[in-house]
T-cell receptor, first 113, second 116 residues
Framework: DQQVKQNSPSLSVQEGRISILNCDYT??????FLWYKKYPAEGPTFLIS?????DKNEDGRFTVFLNKSAKHLSLHIVPSQPGDSAVYFC????????????FGKGTRLHILP | DTGVSQDPRHKITKRGQNVTFRCDPISEHNRLYWYRQTLGQGPEFLTYFQNEAQLEKSRLLSDRFSAERPKGSFSTLEIQRTEQGDSAMYLC??????????????FGPGTRLTVL
């Protein structure tokens, strides 16, 4: 039972355009959501997070949107840069579950020149 | 201190052998987590520690797996009698747990285990 779903295994975006990565979740107890970026042979690197009391969080080129009623979140990267090419993991946790993170399967983002 | 470190980065072993991995968390972090990642999947939770106490273990953690965090600092993950299905990337993460907020976990580079 996949509690965090990333339905697009891969995404290709032209350099300079907006990249939009989507994520759906099923567990309504999740109250904290994160995006991690992963390069080959490295551990996941924290990118941005959002608490369930917010619907948007922005950090430079990265913005995460949360739609609790739809149990959906998205990560926007604008403008996309070549160094953004990586696997992006959507993740969620719940305070009453000791912050154990549940990850999606990831979306591989390719930034095209 | 630059982040979470793990040792070794790669381990190749023969089926049936025992292996041990080490994780050094960010120094002031009181929580330490172990995850496992296989090809095409996201990291999956294995176990976690609050200081030296192991508070939860996933059903993925069979009896052949044991983890310790004896002084509340570094942690070790041991796999006994390794099987080919244990081949994966083993990731360690740490966080500073505070009472009113959810804290971000920071990951190490992982240990890639290959069981022949």
């Amino acid at each position: 039972d996949q509690q965090v779903k990333q339905n697009s295994p891969s995404l290709s975006v032209q350099e300079g355009r907006i990249s939009i990565l989507n994520c759906d979740y099923t567990n309504s107890m999740f109250d904290y959501f994160l995006w991690y970026k992963k390069y080959p042979a490295e551990g996941p690197t924290f990118l941005i997070s959002i608490s369930s009391i917010k619907d948007k969080n922005e950090d430079g080129r990265f913005t995460v949107f949360l739609n609790k009623s739809a149990k959906h979140l998205s990560l926007h990267i604008v403008p996309s840069q070549p160094g953004d090419s990586a696997v992006y993991f959507c993740a969620a946790s719940a305070r009453d579950r000791d912050d154990k993170i549940i990850f999606g399967k990831g979306t591989r983002l390719h930034i095209l020149p | 201190d630059t982040g979470v470190s793990q040792d070794p980065r790669h381990k190749i072993t023969k089926r049936g052998q025992n292996v041990t991995f080490r994780c050094d968390p960010i120094s002031e972090h009181n929580r330490l987590y172990w995850y496992r990642q296989t090809l095409g999947q996201g990291p999956e939770f294995l176990t976690y520690f609050q200081n030296e106490a192991q508070l939860e273990k996933s059903r993925l953690l069979s009896d052949r797996f044991s983890a310790e965090r004896p002084k509340g600092s570094f942690s070790t993950l041991e796999i006994q009698r390794t099987e080919q299905g244990d081949s994966a990337m083993y990731l360690c993460a740490s966080s500073l747990s505070r009472s009113l907020t959810t804290d971000t976990q920071y990951f190490g580079p992982g240990t890639r285990l290959t069981v022949l």
